[in-house]
């Protein structure tokens, strides 16, 4: 049971560990792109290559027939990866193994829609995924399996969805494998990632540079970040923490540097909207940005 390309890698290692995937269930087609043509999502067009029977529901709750088709299907165990859809209680009862999810953060901290965002944001020096029996609650079930990876300077968040990914592939096939025994969520330490907007992409030259990096690295892919320049979009793709003071949003020098609520961003890849992206360097031989103007 996923969606979006974060689940891909779990349902090829299920299929490629040897596991009999009795159906998939993901999200029904919607309209997406340019043309807002309706397309199946990531998960649907995967399960399809495999030769799997794929389920696309809108909704599950308050519908017995629904349940009813799911209890049939006599599962051991169903995986849950991102999936979009909240599961009532017969459907986390009817497999014999519970319903495993694998979330993208070391439980309980963060909780919810956004966790690998919400790491890099926070400054943690670390993630990673942990796999869990569902219950009612959010994110709130027993842990099976832990693992750890760094968050760096450098970390974006399409790196660590990559690698979160790819770990937690191996690690619900283990957790098939080996049964491990379900320890409950420490009381203490959990907070809540909530889902990303298209509104949360837009710079606030207030805030401290530390934290505008950050979202830049965090918002990496989706939904971005942005800034107005002379009325115009101009993406930030990349930045760079360095000294300096002025108002924030002002550009303070010919390199792309910019005031922030507290100390300075240069910024070093950017895209004006319809254009190509650019190093900074590249985009102001053909853009100039004199020092004095203003972001926003």
Not at 96 to 122: D, M, T
Not at 147 to 169: K, N, Q, R, W, Y
Not at 215 to 236: E, M, Q
Not at 253 to 280: F, H, I
Request: charged letters at 20%; proline letters at 10%.
């Amino acid at each position: 049971m996923g969606s979006p390309d974060f689940a891909v890698p779990a349902l090829r290692a299920l299929r490629d560990a040897g596991h009999v995937i009795a159906a998939v269930y993901c999200q029904p087609p919607r309209p997406a792109g340019r043309g807002q043509g309706v397309r199946p999502c990531p998960v649907q067009l995967a399960a399809e290559q495999l030769g799997l029977e794929v389920r696309t529901p809108a909704r599950l709750r308050g519908d017995p027939e629904l349940a009813a088709a799911f209890a049939a299907l006599a599962l051991d165990a169903a995986v849950v990866v991102a999936y979009g859809l909240i599961l009532p209680p017969a459907f986390l009862a009817a497999p014999r193994r519970g319903c495993l999810n694998i979330h993208a953060s070391l439980l309980p901290r963060w909780r919810g829609a956004g966790p690998i965002q919400a790491a890099i944001l926070a400054g943690d020096a670390e993630t990673g995924v942990t796999i869990m029996r569902m219950d009612e609650g959010l994110d709130t079930g027993p842990m099976l399996l832990r693992e750890a990876v760094p968050i760096t300077p450098a970390t974006t968040a399409a790196v660590l969805h990559d690698a979160l990914a790819a770990m937690g592939s191996r690690l619900v096939v283990r957790a098939l494998a080996d049964d491990p025994p379900a320890v409950p969520q420490p009381a203490e330490g959990a907070c809540y990632a909530p889902k990303l907007t298209r509104q949360d992409a837009r710079i606030d030259w207030t805030a401290p540079a530390v934290a505008i990096e950050r979202r830049v690295r965090a918002f990496d892919p989706w939904p971005g970040t942005f800034t107005l320049l002379d009325g115009a979009t101009l993406k930030v793709l990349a930045a760079a923490l360095v000294d300096g003071e002025g108002a924030p949003g002002v550009v303070l020098d010919d390199r792309l540097t910019v005031a922030c609520g507290v100390s300075a961003l240069r910024l070093t890849r950017v895209q004006l909207a319809g254009r190509a992206p650019l190093e900074s360097d590249a985009f102001l031989r053909g853009h100039p940005v004199p020092t004095g103007t203003r972001l926003g």
